[in-house]
């Protein structure tokens, strides 16, 4: 069983790594320079701007994963 998840890991992860590489490549800075302007914690900055920033890429480089 382990054995299949992790080839299916290893054979996916390019495609969702560079997925994922893409679209942090792109993000707006304003928004942390204004969180770390407030004085707003790296893990609260995280959890409220990287994350939901990340949401559809994420889903769709886990459905990637799941269909290969």
Do not use: C, H
């Amino acid at each position: 069983f382990w054995g299949i998840v992790l080839g299916s890991v290893l054979y996916s992860f390019p495609s969702a790594f560079l997925l994922i590489y893409d679209v942090m490549k792109y993000e707006d800075a304003s928004a942390y320079e204004a969180a770390r302007v407030l004085g707003i914690p790296k893990i609260n900055q995280f959890t409220s701007i990287t994350l939901p920033y990340l949401r559809k890429p994420l889903i769709s480089a886990f459905s990637r994963m799941n269909l290969m």
